[in-house]
């Protein structure tokens, strides 16, 4: 959870559709160390359509970004 980079790569690993695999992976999205505005991004693709909770964490990294990022 301390490496921001590998965030991407646990969420692509996550079995969504299991109620307790979800709710573990809400937890630690939370806990994880928070993605640079522009890697957040890519959680609003296609890859994580139908995840609200992605999405939304990606909307919160990037309201928190400068005018310049």
């Keep these: 959870t301390s490496d921001k ?3 991407s790569k646990f969420l692509q690993c996550v079995p969504w559709q299991i109620p307790e695999a979800a709710q573990q992976a809400t937890g630690l ?3 994880w160390a928070p993605v640079d505005p522009e890697d957040a991004l890519e959680f609003l693709g296609p890859k994580y359509e139908g995840r ?3 999405r939304q ?3 919160s ?3 928190e970004a400068n ?3």
């Design 29 to 31: 999205l939370e806990a």
């Design 5 to 7: 980079k590998a965030l």
């Design 57 to 59: 964490y990606a909307l």
């Design 67 to 69: 005018d310049e990022e």
């Design 52 to 54: 609200a909770v992605v």
């Design 61 to 63: 990294r990037l309201r």
